[in-house]
């Protein structure tokens, strides 16, 4: 586990050295301060999303603090949720950073497929034969790129067409 | 949160490679006082000595050149000052911690993560969490 410095982690494991180091003078305005914190953000997520390590270790850190009702939330024994964090910034100028571009060129590149959902016209023309075999794969339950490092068996076509076909996304 | 994240991805450095203070968006979004007060404290007392009559943009696109990424030199500027501006962040930015050894650097566009680009790594990754 990496987040030892967490204060929680520090009252359960013992204390760290503490380091204040923040005593420069600039006299900042609440929206500059807010915009800079969405920067600071961004990069963390582009930094975050090149250590899968620190990555885990930190979801599994929130999810456990969560059961143990260390962050504040009661009676949340296992809900676990995920979603994108939303930055705002504004001189939106967020878009044009290093960081945005690293994280939209790793979101590009990721194989998605297994997430989206066939094209209309083929799920109008026969449901039942979406996804069984047909060369494109049209989602994660027909096993295009299964999920990494779960280390089960891929899901059969068998299964993922039970998932698509009777489906109602009109 | 995110300080102790920042901390485990290297400090400092994972910001300062990736958003640098320009005119725009932070040197002229502060008084002029204190863009020249952060330029004496971290480019030294000659190019505060320099810059002390400039009006408020000219005195911007110098921080904001002297601040830059690169390995442009600046006239007057120590290359430990220079080196300095390069890794400088606004307070609330930074954590103040020395920059750990590089780690990956930052990617070009359309290059997939190590972890990512290949799909048979998984085993490593999951050997490494369940050791952990």
């Not at chain 1, 497929?113 to 094209?119: I, R, W, Y």
Request: hydrophobic share 35%.
């Amino acid at each position: 586990m990496r987040l030892r410095g967490d204060p929680v982690l520090r009252a359960l494991f013992g204390a760290e050295d503490e380091t204040d180091a923040d005593d420069q003078s600039c006299r900042i305005s609440g929206a500059l301060g807010q915009d800079l914190g969405a920067h600071r953000t961004l990069c963390l997520q582009a930094g975050l999303a090149r250590d899968p390590e620190l990555a885990s270790d930190l979801l599994l850190y929130m999810l456990v603090r969560d059961v143990l009702r260390c962050g504040g939330y009661w009676d949340k024994p296992s809900e676990i949720t995920a979603r994108p964090a939303h930055l705002t910034s504004s001189q939106s100028d967020l878009e044009d950073t290093p960081a945005a571009k690293e994280l939209a060129a790793i979101r590009q590149a990721l194989p998605m497929s297994f997430a989206m959902f066939p094209p209309r016209e083929q799920m109008e023309k026969d449901p039942r034969t979406v996804g069984r075999g047909q060369g494109q794969p049209s989602c994660g339950m027909h096993g295009a790129r299964p999920h990494r490092s779960v280390g089960g068996p891929r899901s059969t076509p068998q299964r993922g067409a039970r998932f698509c076909s009777g489906r109602a996304w009109r | 949160m995110l300080d102790f994240v920042q901390a485990e991805l290297g400090g400092d450095q994972v910001i300062a490679s990736r958003w640098r203070p320009t005119g725009a968006n932070f040197f002229s979004r502060i008084k002029g006082a204190d863009g020249l007060a952060i330029g004496r404290e971290i480019l030294g007392e000659d190019w505060a000595h320099r810059h002390c009559n400039d009006k408020k943009s000219p005195l911007c696109q110098a921080l904001e050149k002297a601040f830059a990424d690169g390995d442009a030199e600046i006239d007057g500027v120590e290359p430990e000052a220079r080196a300095r501006a390069k890794a400088w962040l606004p307070p609330g930015m930074g954590l103040g911690v020395a920059a750990a050894p590089a780690e990956e650097p930052p990617a070009e566009a359309g290059q997939l993560p190590a972890f990512l680009a290949n799909g048979d790594a998984d085993a490593d990754g999951s050997t490494e969490s369940e050791a952990a």
